[in-house]
């Protein structure tokens, strides 16, 4: 139960850090946007599909908890 406990902690702290991080550099982040995603817009109608978005946020949040694994 100790290592759940440790485990529990570490990663409130991640997140902690990340939700500081995404606050305080707000719309800086080029997040959302990027070369690939998709966009449709048409009169009365719009769509939207972060697909590159996607695939950054799934590397880094593998890699996060690879090197979470590795502690």
Same mark, same amino acid.
């Given at each position: 139960?100790?290592?759940l406990?440790?485990?529990? $902690? ?6 902690? $850090?990340?939700?500081?991080l %995404?606050?305080?550099?707000g719309?800086?982040?080029? %997040?959302?946007?990027?070369p ?10 719009s769509?939207?599909?972060?697909? #590159? #978005? $996607?695939i950054v946020? !799934?590397?880094?949040l !593998? %890699?996060?908890?690879?090197l979470?694994r590795? %502690?």
């Open positions: 139960m100790q290592e406990g440790k485990i529990l $902690c570490l990663t409130g702290v991640v997140i902690a $850090c990340v939700g500081l %995404l606050w305080k550099l719309g800086k982040i080029p %997040l959302g946007r990027l690939g995603d998709i966009s449709i817009q048409k009169p009365g109608f769509f939207y599909f972060p697909v #590159t #978005t $996607c946020i !799934s590397v880094i !593998s %890699l996060v908890f690879w979470l590795k %502690l």
